[in-house]
């Protein structure tokens, strides 16, 4: 009886092993499947990622696509701009460095000696020893039959006034063409500009569509072209105004030392004469 019930229990045993066997067997199947699609993905190449669209709209497409007044304008406002800031460097240190000489000078000049003590001290470049050599060889050479109806005095006064003249022209040398800048370059931007709107316009209506997406990009690329003016306009205007600042504070300190040095010579000749 038991070894009946044991066979018996052995029979489903094996039937329900039988039926479980299939369909584990086919559970198998897609998770081997499975496991071999992603180890097939994993070996695969990755795909190269995709490159960002250029922008059509640009400055560099415009520099590198754009017609030949476009170019024009561009290569035109970077010549100014460059001009503005070579301009606004050099007059800067130009006006410092006068600044520091009339300091020096003011400090030293006047208490040497004697006046060629006082020319021997100055650098050879120096603004102040070009005014001070003028004063003295008018004052030592006064003769000519034209220059003689010239009393002495106005005689060193005029060639003193044709140094510090020299002297203002060459520190404010450039402040004409940051004026002509700040004054035009906004225009030449908007020149571009408006060429470029025309332009986009054209070919809107030859193509005969009206989207946005076809207005907008070629009129805010032409509207590149009114920034840029004013980025180059604006700081010609503001280095302008700055240089004439410190060029007038700079030639009041230069027009002090010739009126000084003039009172010295005067005196020399005064005591000369007794």
């Not at 003590?117 to 039959?145: M, N, P, Q, W």
């Not at 600042?245 to 300190?253: A, D, E, G």
């Amino acid at each position: 009886m038991i070894s009946r019930i044991t066979g018996f229990l052995a029979a489903i045993a094996m039937a329900a092993t039988l039926a479980v066997s299939p369909a584990h067997a086919q559970d198998q199947k897609p998770a081997d499947a499975a496991s071999a699609a992603t180890v097939d993905a994993a070996a695969a190449p990755a795909p190269a990622a995709s490159k960002p669209a250029e922008n059509p709209y640009s400055l560099t497409n415009i520099l590198a696509h754009g017609n030949i007044v476009d170019q024009a304008v561009l290569v035109l406002l970077g010549i100014m701009s460059m001009g503005s800031w070579y301009i606004l460097v050099v007059r800067l240190w130009d006006t410092s460095k006068l600044s520091s000489e009339a300091k020096e000078v003011r400090a030293t000049f006047f208490k040497k000696a004697s006046l060629a003590d006082g020319v021997r001290s100055l650098k050879e470049e120096s603004a102040f020893r070009y005014i001070a050599t003028a004063a003295i060889e008018a004052s030592e050479h006064h003769e000519g039959a034209l220059t003689e109806n010239i009393d002495h005095s106005s005689w060193v006064t005029m060639n003193v006034d044709r140094a510090v003249a020299d002297v203002n022209s060459k520190i404010s040398a450039g402040l004409g063409f940051l004026a002509t800048v700040g004054s035009t370059a906004p225009f030449i931007g908007l020149f571009g500009t408006v060429w470029g709107i025309l332009n986009a316009l054209t070919a809107i209506g030859l193509a005969g569509q009206a989207s946005i997406d076809k207005v907008a990009g070629p009129v805010g690329a032409a509207l590149i072209m009114t920034a840029i003016g004013l980025f180059v306009a604006v700081p010609a205007v503001l280095g302008y105004n700055w240089l004439v600042n410190r060029n007038k504070t700079v030639m009041s300190q230069v027009r002090s030392f010739a009126g000084d040095l003039h009172g010295v010579l005067m005196g020399n000749r005064a005591v000369a004469k007794r």
